[in-house]
């Protein structure tokens, strides 16, 4: 007697330290962890966006996040990468050869969602990438991310990163 073969479970996205944070994550963030998911596909394997993509809405989970968004910084960052690139390596303290997969894609999302995402706040933008950067990389990786994504925030949204850091700002006594 045979049996039908055991079906396979779905992939899970899991970060590299094994946890899995709360169901409560936004359907935006779950989009940049997939996104950072096929960027790192992008980088290490080669592989083209049509078969990253097709592999990553297979992962579980997928179906939580905002596909719109996931597209749009996958396919974005993939078409933008030599101006995200420009944009990024004047900030690096190292060549850009020697920046992990996983900090060269948390630094080209955020990279581009200051370039293409006005409606997302920078503040937010840093935060999302200084988490994927906790979640997938390696010990002090979200710093470097932190320091890079800082360093060009004021460069592609001067206004909205002077009034907030204005904002910030002790008020001087009278």
Not at 20 to 48: I, N
């Amino acid at each position: 007697m045979s049996t039908a073969p055991a079906s396979r479970p779905p992939r899970a996205a899991t970060p590299a330290n094994g946890t899995r944070k709360s169901s409560a994550k936004s359907a935006r963030s779950r989009a940049r962890e997939f996104a950072l998911q096929g960027l790192y596909q992008h980088f290490v394997g080669g592989s083209d966006v049509a078969v990253i993509d097709a592999f990553t809405r297979e992962l579980q989970g997928f179906s939580k996040a905002d596909s719109v968004h996931y597209d749009a910084l996958l396919r974005g960052c993939i078409e933008l990468k030599d101006d995200l690139d420009a944009l990024i390596v004047p900030k690096l303290d190292r060549e850009l050869g020697q920046i992990s997969p996983i900090e060269h894609g948390c630094m080209w999302i955020g990279a581009y969602e200051f370039l293409r995402c006005p409606d997302v706040p920078w503040r937010v933008v840093l935060n999302e990438c200084i988490e994927l950067a906790k979640d997938f990389g390696g010990t002090d990786g979200h710093k470097y991310v932190n320091a890079v994504l800082n360093g060009i925030a004021p460069q592609l949204r001067p206004a909205e990163v002077a009034a907030d850091r204005g904002a910030s700002q002790p008020r001087p006594n009278a």
